[in-house]
């Protein structure tokens, strides 16, 4: 454990296990973005799950205050932590919950993603995770207010347990946009080079994306991490097969400028998910102002409401028509696609997202 001006009391914490550099996916960027708009109330305590001998720098979590640094194994200091509220990032954090902990607290679960495989099985949808499912139920037992990120993820939610629609609230995330959005113009001279930036995860729809692509005239640039050794073990087995080499191009994790560099090289983003609770991705492409080919399920249909290139990313040929009609539509429709999701951007500022929830927060 390390104490960084960690103080005696505050009038929520949130238990995490994304902050600061230490983040892997969206859950780190809206931690990070909450972080930023704490307000000398809020407490932050980042719960190591993994190695407890890791080696953390203090400099790796942004400002060094309001932060306590915790393996799980320490969880039961929790109980001594005054707060009014407790919120939750993660179902794997159901065990920290413990009766002296929430006796005089309450509680938000706030779901970054329903843990279900994609798609769900009928009769069963967890698939046989019961561990998860046990998990995820007790943190939505216990919760006095369960938010979720996207009226879809709501509907998904509520399916499973209609007992508690009645406790969940939704609120989108929300981003730190830059002053000057300058619409990427690449296309204007080349549609051929795609992108995709995320994890390397089936649900994601990486290699569905790439058999799409196979009869396409085009390169597509994949930046993700190795987190799933055999799905990507599966997109090369698929890339060598279809001789599709010299079309498709990993480059590997990119952050900070990184990323920056990698999503302006692109003429555009494509975002195959095959479900995405939200979908930060499309708010980072919305910073560049970079044309976006997206699915259309989960929460990235709201993000990107009344916006052209949107597909099922489980019907055959349909991502394949959308970027066959951005390679062919008129520049004028596409500047007018950008418009449209510059203007969607504006709902999904992290101030929007703060103030959202510190009305949860004096609403409780």
């Known amino acids: 454990m390390f104490n960084l001006n960690f103080k ?3 009038k929520v914490v949130h238990i995490n296990n994304e902050l600061g550099d230490f983040s892997i996916g969206g859950a780190g960027t809206y931690m990070n973005e909450i972080y930023r708009y704490r307000n000398g109330e809020e407490g932050f305590v980042y719960m190591n799950l993994c190695d407890p001998y890791a080696d953390y720098r203090a400099d790796g979590f942004l400002e060094q205050e309001d932060i306590l640094v915790l393996h799980k194994d320490e969880c039961y200091k929790l109980e001594s932590i005054d707060c009014e509220i407790i919120v939750v990032q993660f179902y794997e954090f159901a065990y920290c919950l413990t009766d ?3 006796r005089d607290k309450k509680i938000v679960y706030v779901v970054h993603s329903v843990p279900t495989p994609e798609p769900p099985p009928i009769n069963d949808p967890f698939g046989g995770n019961d561990d998860v499912r ?15 990120v996207s009226e879809a993820e709501k509907r998904k939610l509520s399916d499973i347990y209609p007992h508690y629609a009645s406790k969940i609230k939704v609120v989108y995330n929300g981003i730190t946009f830059g002053e000057e959005i300058i619409p990427n113009e690449n296309y204007k001279s080349s549609r051929k080079v795609f992108g995709y930036i995320g994890r ?4 994601k729809g990486i290699l569905e994306c790439i058999r799409e692509l196979r009869s396409i005239d ?7 991490p190795k987190n799933d050794e055999a799905y990507i073990k599966s997109i090369l087995e698929y890339v060598e097969a279809a001789n599709m080499q010299d079309r498709i191009k990993l480059y590997g994790w990119c952050v900070g400028k990184r990323k920056e560099k990698f999503l302006k090289s692109l003429d555009a983003l494509i975002i195959p998910s095959l479900y995405e609770p939200f979908g930060y991705v499309a708010l980072e492409a919305m910073q560049y102002g970079l044309p976006v ?5 989960g929460g990235l249909d709201e993000i990107f409401e009344g916006y052209k ?9 349909e991502l394949k028509k959308q970027i066959h009609d951005f390679q062919n539509d008129e520049n004028d429709e596409i500047e007018e696609q950008q418009r ?6 504006k709902r999904f500022s992290s101030e929007k997202m703060s103030k959202k929830y510190k009305e949860i927060w004096y609403g409780i």
Do not use: H, Q, W
Not at 218 to 224: D, V
Not at 293 to 297: F, G, K, P
């Open 8 to 10: 005696d009391k505050y």
């Open 100 to 102: 002296k902990l929430i």
């Open 134 to 148: 046990d998990k995820f139920d007790r943190l939505c037992n216990v919760a006095n207010v369960i938010v979720c």
């Open 200 to 203: 390397a995860d089936y649900r």
């Open 218 to 224: 085009c390169e597509l640039r994949i930046a993700c």
């Open 293 to 297: 080919i997206t699915s259309r399920n």
């Open 309 to 317: 290139y949107k597909y099922n990313p489980y019907k055959r040929g």
């Open 340 to 345: 449209i999701m510059l203007e969607n951007m």
